[in-house]
């Protein structure tokens, strides 16, 4: 709630009769001129200002944005709501369970800690596609679903039970940005405060970084770490940059024949050519109006592969008419128009925002694409798709390989064969160009599947074909053409070839219905593509195992085989272990690769197949025209469909209701868990902060060098059996088999602990020539596992700095990758510079940033980490007064000493008062203990 109106700007809005209160816009000159994206943001702090931590000058700031400054005003957003999925969310509950904890410890009512800001999870990260191709795939799927993660879901199940403003999608309901659109999102938020009914743009942030699907309908929201989500829950500010904003024109129409999916391809490769890490992108133009909402969706999903923080559509008619066919009743849906029109926030197609770069598309100049095999940015145009995929298997399975099994079928290409020629598809030019010479090689192997049917594997076999993943299952365009293009399939007599994983994973059961509406189930089940669960799968590794007799074929014959889902991401190694090159393409693309089977495959001039009078089908008879799609969509999509799905979607199926629940307001927490533990964040704390103390005597736990990523830090992959964590699973009972991921074990800290700093690649300057989470333990000169040496530390009761170099702890903004770094006994972190978002989740627990004198680091200074460091003037903090600089004194062996001023790097009056708590948990737990 604002206390402080500088501009006056607080107004009334009528509609229909209701008066709601609104911070109007117009009245702050200067804000007229910005983008969409840019006036959300301004209306925010208008609604939020405080004078403290929120000032007129913030609001200036955004008044007189310069769009082609680089970015350096730094703002306090309040999202309006959070949405989670349940793998990054679970860490989020356990926080706030373990808050309810230290409330009754303080005297006060456990009752009182609940999200300030409405919370909701989507489980939808933890199905497999363990079962495929046969009807009762699903059923299968979900049961072994819930008898891996028993533990997680009792636990998620009591959260929604017990907290107010969270609720619980429970599993096999849908994916989280899917729900999102189609149910969540409210386009414009209303709460009461003071007794008025305030109106307001919804915003909001969620652990997953493909949360800017909802910019397709006007909300402004991105993904963040856990740390920056749990503050936003307790109604927490986020601190951000006032960004760059790209404008997107758009222009003309999809031709016939392409797709959304071919779009956002396009979109893709363009945004990620022209370098928009860090900023908005906005789309515009007369165009705008001619892209559908699921499209808009699509595109905005994809904001994570451009590399921008938000992609968005500004509101119009379209936006409406989503609203309305998705179950919103007309009172919103009028709020929502009058809000847009009276804020300047509806799109003019006629009018140009400032921007601070400019971009622009032609839609009819999209080509059907498919976009691999190891990056989303590398478009490649179907009709050039097998020269670029022949010349990208040189990369994968060598230039003239012989494999030594069915040689007399072996072939081989001269170097001016175009199949063997052309550019790597990984590389912005992907058409074909001659350039390896050599010939494509190939590996034909015996096959014999599980049913008997005899048939051969090559390098290029489609092994996977999954339609899955938020990007692409929300879009009724794309999934109608899917099942359109499976029916003209099966009527032609055709199938999937015998070693195709198959897979359906809609993003909600709005799908599922429509596609029963229109009749075409059979036609998808009869070439093998089952519902296999609502959830995000191939396009997050859950792909699930190959068949035994394929994978075993593919290892042992080193075969390079290829994936190709409807999703997002593609990166190496994600989708399956088995598959080394993956591709992204539309759904009715994924089938048609079903069929053909493989990638060295040319859809214009080789036939599918035959069939039954024996004449050959090529996938230009198989593809539905727009039109079909169109009328598809008008007959089987309605209103009621998503107010049916959606009236009870809180409420779960037998699994979920039945799950034995514990009670109370404080969870039962079972000591023998190996998932869900107690975190020692709150152990002993008082109802008021203790003082803040200079640090003395303390230890560096590891020197590191320039660009030491959150991914280096933060716990991520699989448990090693002789690692800290991995010691830690066997002496708990844990078979090495089930160990599982650090990610599926994010809600026990003692696993996550140990898997900080433990990155294989990460190199500590404090140990010569040695890879991976080591350290030197200086108090007996003997190298140690990180948390093994750090341990000895704290029993000794030495307190850690870590030294760093350039851009520490960029990449992902991984909440772990500062709560490890806390629970090891960090104190200090000292940088040469910080990427924003870890250096305030570095305060948010209680770790101080600091960084070298201006032009000065490490090796500058003459320090190798073996010193001991004393670090003065921290205690400013007590008076309220946030020091620029404290005073270090690094003590050698010798006993000579290094002295230095270090930059404190606490920006923001909220930053001070988090680190002078302890981090920002504490500091909302004694506020609502106060309140």
């Given at each position: 709630?604002?206390?402080?109106?500088?501009?006056?700007?607080?107004?009334?809005?009528d509609?229909?009769?209701?008066?709601?209160?609104?911070?109007r816009?117009?009245?702050?000159?200067?804000?007229?001129?910005?983008?969409?994206?840019l006036?959300?943001?301004?209306?925010n702090?208008?609604?939020?200002?405080?004078?403290?931590?929120?000032?007129?000058?913030?609001?200036?700031?955004l008044?007189?944005?310069?769009?082609?400054?680089?970015p350096?005003?730094?703002?306090q957003?309040?999202p309006?709501?959070?949405?989670?999925?349940?793998?990054?969310?679970?860490?989020?509950v356990?926080?706030?369970?373990?808050?309810?904890?230290a409330?009754?410890d303080?005297?006060?009512d456990?009752?009182?800690?609940?999200?300030l800001?409405?919370?909701?999870?989507?489980?939808?990260?933890?199905?497999?596609?363990?079962?495929?191709?046969?009807?009762?795939?699903?059923?299968?799927?979900?049961?072994?679903?819930?008898?891996?993660n028993?533990?997680?879901?009792?636990?998620?199940?009591?959260?929604q039970?017990?907290?107010?403003?969270f609720?619980?999608?429970p599993?096999?309901?849908?994916?989280?940005?899917?729900?999102?659109?189609?149910?969540?999102?409210?386009?414009?938020?209303t709460?009461?405060?003071?007794?008025?009914?305030?109106?307001?743009?919804?915003?909001?942030?969620?652990t997953d970084?493909?949360?800017?699907?909802v910019?397709?309908?006007?909300?402004?929201?991105?993904g963040?770490?856990?740390?920056?989500?749990?503050?936003?829950?307790?109604?927490?500010?986020?601190s951000?940059?006032?960004?760059?904003?790209?404008g997107?024109?758009?222009?003309?129409?999809?031709p016939?024949?392409?797709t959304?999916?071919d779009?956002?391809?396009?979109?893709?490769?363009l945004?990620?050519?022209?370098?928009?890490?860090?900023?908005?992108?906005?789309?515009?133009?007369?165009?705008?109006a001619?892209?559908?909402?699921?499209?808009?969706?699509t595109?905005?999903?994809m904001?994570?592969?451009?590399?921008?923080?938000?992609?968005?559509?500004?509101?119009?008619?379209?936006t409406?008419a989503?609203?309305?066919?998705?179950?919103?009743?007309?009172d919103?849906?009028?709020?929502?128009?009058?809000?847009?029109k009276?804020?300047?926030?509806?799109?003019d197609?006629?009018?140009?925002?400032?921007?601070s770069?400019?971009?622009?598309?032609?839609?009819?100049t999209?080509?059907p694409?498919?976009?691999g095999p190891?990056?989303?940015?590398?478009?490649?145009a179907?009709?050039e798709?097998?020269?670029?995929?022949?010349?990208a298997?040189?990369?994968?399975?060598?230039?003239q390989?012989?494999?030594?099994l069915?040689?007399?079928?072996?072939?081989?290409?001269?170097?001016s064969?175009?199949?063997?020629?052309?550019?790597?598809?990984d590389t912005d030019?992907?058409?074909?160009t001659?350039?390896?010479?050599?010939?494509?090689?190939?590996?034909h192997?015996?096959?014999?599947?599980?049913?008997?049917?005899?048939?051969?594997?090559?390098?290029?076999a489609?092994?996977?074909?999954?339609?899955?993943s938020?990007t692409?299952t929300?879009?009724?365009?794309?999934?109608?053409?899917?099942?359109?293009?499976a029916?003209?399939?099966?009527?032609?007599?055709?199938?999937?070839?015998?070693?195709?994983?198959?897979?359906?994973?809609?993003?909600?059961?709005?799908?599922t219905?429509?596609?029963?509406?229109?009749?075409?189930?059979?036609?998808?089940e009869?070439?093998?593509?089952?519902?296999?669960?609502?959830?995000?799968?191939?396009?997050i590794?859950n792909?699930?195992?190959?068949?035994?007799?394929?994978?075993a074929?593919?290892?042992?014959?080193?075969?390079?085989?290829?994936?190709v889902?409807?999703?997002?991401r593609?990166?190496e190694?994600r989708?399956?272990?088995?598959v080394?090159?993956?591709?992204?393409?539309s759904?009715?693309?994924?089938?048609?690769y079903?069929?053909?089977?493989?990638?060295?495959?040319d859809?214009?001039?080789?036939p599918?197949?035959?069939?039954?009078?024996?004449?050959?089908?090529?996938l230009?008879?198989?593809?539905?025209?727009?039109?079909e799609?169109?009328?598809?969509?008008?007959?089987?999509?309605?209103?009621?469909?998503?107010?049916?799905?959606?009236?009870?979607?809180?409420a779960?199926?037998?699994?979920?209701?039945?799950?034995?629940?514990?009670?109370?307001?404080?969870?039962?927490?079972?000591?023998?868990?190996?998932?869900?533990?107690?975190p020692?964040?709150?152990?002993?704390?008082?109802?008021?902060?203790?003082?803040?103390?200079?640090?003395?005597?303390a230890?560096?736990?590891?020197?590191?060098?320039?660009s030491?990523t959150?991914d280096h830090?933060?716990?991520a992959?699989?448990?090693?059996p002789?690692s800290?964590?991995?010691?830690?699973?066997?002496?708990?009972?844990?078979?090495?088999?089930?160990?599982?991921?650090?990610?599926?074990?994010?809600?026990?800290?003692?696993?996550?602990?140990r898997?900080?700093f433990?990155?294989?690649?990460l190199?500590?300057?404090?140990?010569?020539?040695v890879?991976?989470?080591?350290?030197?333990n200086?108090l007996?000169?003997?190298?140690e596992?990180?948390f093994?040496?750090a341990?000895?530390?704290?029993e000794?009761?030495?307190p850690?700095?870590v030294l760093?170099?350039?851009?520490y702890?960029s990449?992902?903004?991984?909440?772990?990758?500062?709560?490890?770094?806390?629970?090891?006994?960090?104190?200090?972190?000292?940088?040469e510079?910080?990427?924003?978002?870890?250096?305030?989740?570095?305060?948010g627990?209680g770790?101080?940033?600091?960084?070298?004198?201006?032009?000065?680091?490490?090796?500058?200074?003459?320090?190798?980490?073996?010193?001991?460091?004393?670090i003065?003037?921290v205690?400013?903090?007590?008076?309220?007064?946030?020091?620029?600089?404290?005073?270090v004194?690094?003590?050698?062996q010798?006993?000579?000493?290094?002295e230095?001023?270090?930059?404190v790097r606490i920006d923001t009056?909220?930053?001070?008062e988090?680190?002078?708590?302890?981090?920002?948990?504490?500091?909302?737990?004694?506020?609502?203990?106060?309140?």
């Amino acid at each position: 709630m604002s206390s402080v109106d500088t501009f006056g700007a607080r107004a009334a809005l009528d509609v229909a009769g209701t008066s709601y209160e609104i911070f109007r816009l117009d009245a702050v000159e200067g804000l007229d001129r910005l983008p969409y994206s840019l006036k959300i943001l301004a209306e925010n702090l208008l609604r939020t200002e405080d004078g403290v931590n929120v000032t007129a000058d913030h609001v200036r700031a955004l008044a007189t944005w310069d769009p082609a400054a680089e970015p350096s005003t730094e703002i306090q957003f309040t999202p309006a709501r959070v949405v989670m999925q349940d793998f990054t969310g679970v860490p989020c509950v356990v926080d706030l369970a373990t808050m309810r904890e230290a409330v009754a410890d303080l005297g006060g009512d456990p009752a009182k800690i609940n999200p300030l800001a409405p919370a909701e999870m989507v489980i939808d990260h933890s199905v497999v596609i363990d079962v495929f191709g046969r009807s009762d795939a699903f059923e299968r799927n979900v049961e072994i679903e819930y008898e891996r993660n028993h533990e997680r879901y009792q636990f998620l199940r009591w959260g929604q039970t017990a907290f107010d403003n969270f609720k619980v999608v429970p599993p096999g309901t849908g994916i989280v940005h899917q729900v999102n659109l189609e149910y969540l999102a409210r386009t414009v938020m209303t709460r009461e405060v003071d007794g008025a009914t305030q109106a307001y743009p919804d915003t909001c942030v969620g652990t997953d970084s493909h949360t800017t699907m909802v910019n397709g309908l006007g909300v402004l929201g991105w993904g963040v770490g856990g740390i920056e989500a749990e503050a936003a829950m307790l109604g927490q500010p986020v601190s951000m940059l006032i960004p760059k904003v790209v404008g997107f024109k758009l222009s003309g129409a999809i031709p016939p024949g392409a797709t959304a999916t071919d779009v956002v391809l396009t979109i893709t490769e363009l945004l990620r050519r022209h370098g928009v890490v860090g900023k908005f992108v906005e789309f515009y133009g007369q165009g705008v109006a001619q892209v559908p909402l699921a499209n808009r969706a699509t595109i905005g999903n994809m904001s994570p592969e451009f590399g921008s923080t938000a992609a968005i559509f500004p509101i119009d008619d379209v936006t409406l008419a989503y609203l309305r066919l998705t179950g919103r009743d007309e009172d919103q849906v009028a709020l929502v128009e009058a809000y847009a029109k009276a804020q300047g926030l509806w799109h003019d197609p006629s009018r140009e925002p400032v921007f601070s770069e400019y971009l622009e598309l032609d839609l009819a100049t999209v080509v059907p694409s498919i976009a691999g095999p190891k990056r989303p940015q590398d478009r490649v145009a179907l009709t050039e798709a097998k020269d670029a995929f022949s010349s990208a298997l040189l990369d994968y399975a060598g230039p003239q390989e012989t494999s030594g099994l069915d040689e007399s079928v072996e072939e081989t290409f001269p170097a001016s064969d175009p199949i063997a020629a052309g550019t790597h598809a990984d590389t912005d030019s992907a058409p074909a160009t001659p350039g390896h010479g050599g010939s494509r090689p190939h590996r034909h192997v015996p096959l014999t599947m599980a049913d008997g049917t005899q048939t051969q594997l090559d390098h290029g076999a489609v092994v996977i074909s999954s339609i899955t993943s938020c990007t692409n299952t929300s879009n009724p365009s794309v999934m109608l053409a899917a099942a359109l293009l499976a029916k003209k399939a099966v009527e032609r007599g055709l199938q999937v070839k015998p070693w195709v994983k198959t897979s359906m994973a809609p993003g909600s059961k709005v799908v599922t219905n429509y596609y029963e509406k229109a009749g075409l189930w059979p036609y998808l089940e009869a070439l093998g593509y089952h519902l296999v669960g609502y959830g995000c799968a191939t396009c997050i590794g859950n792909s699930g195992p190959l068949p035994e007799e394929v994978s075993a074929a593919v290892q042992d014959n080193d075969l390079a085989v290829v994936s190709v889902l409807s999703g997002n991401r593609n990166f190496e190694g994600r989708i399956n272990p088995d598959v080394k090159m993956n591709y992204l393409a539309s759904p009715p693309l994924v089938i048609a690769y079903g069929l053909a089977g493989t990638m060295d495959f040319d859809f214009a001039h080789e036939p599918l197949g035959q069939d039954a009078e024996g004449k050959d089908v090529f996938l230009t008879d198989i593809w539905p025209s727009p039109a079909e799609v169109q009328a598809t969509i008008d007959s089987s999509i309605d209103q009621e469909m998503f107010t049916r799905d959606y009236a009870d979607v809180f409420a779960g199926d037998e699994r979920w209701r039945a799950l034995d629940t514990p009670e109370g307001n404080t969870f039962a927490w079972d000591t023998e868990s190996t998932y869900v533990r107690k975190p020692p964040y709150f152990d002993g704390m008082s109802a008021e902060p203790t003082a803040v103390t200079d640090i003395s005597g303390a230890r560096v736990l590891a020197k590191l060098g320039d660009s030491v990523t959150t991914d280096h830090i933060s716990p991520a992959g699989s448990i090693k059996p002789d690692s800290p964590a991995g010691r830690y699973l066997a002496e708990h009972g844990v078979a090495r088999r089930d160990f599982n991921s650090y990610g599926s074990r994010r809600g026990n800290h003692e696993v996550m602990i140990r898997g900080t700093f433990a990155n294989i690649r990460l190199r500590n300057q404090l140990l010569d020539g040695v890879e991976g989470g080591y350290t030197k333990n200086l108090l007996t000169g003997e190298q140690e596992a990180i948390f093994d040496a750090a341990q000895a530390y704290a029993e000794a009761g030495v307190p850690l700095v870590v030294l760093g170099g350039k851009e520490y702890g960029s990449g992902s903004s991984r909440d772990w990758a500062a709560k490890g770094t806390s629970l090891l006994g960090v104190r200090a972190v000292i940088t040469e510079s910080f990427e924003r978002i870890h250096r305030s989740n570095l305060i948010g627990m209680g770790v101080l940033p600091l960084q070298y004198p201006a032009g000065q680091n490490a090796e500058s200074l003459g320090l190798d980490g073996t010193e001991t460091f004393d670090i003065s003037g921290v205690t400013a903090l007590n008076e309220g007064v946030t020091p620029s600089t404290v005073h270090v004194t690094a003590t050698k062996q010798d006993g000579s000493a290094v002295e230095f001023d270090a930059v404190v790097r606490i920006d923001t009056p909220g930053e001070a008062e988090y680190y002078r708590n302890g981090g920002i948990l504490q500091y909302v737990l004694r506020s609502l203990v106060k309140a």
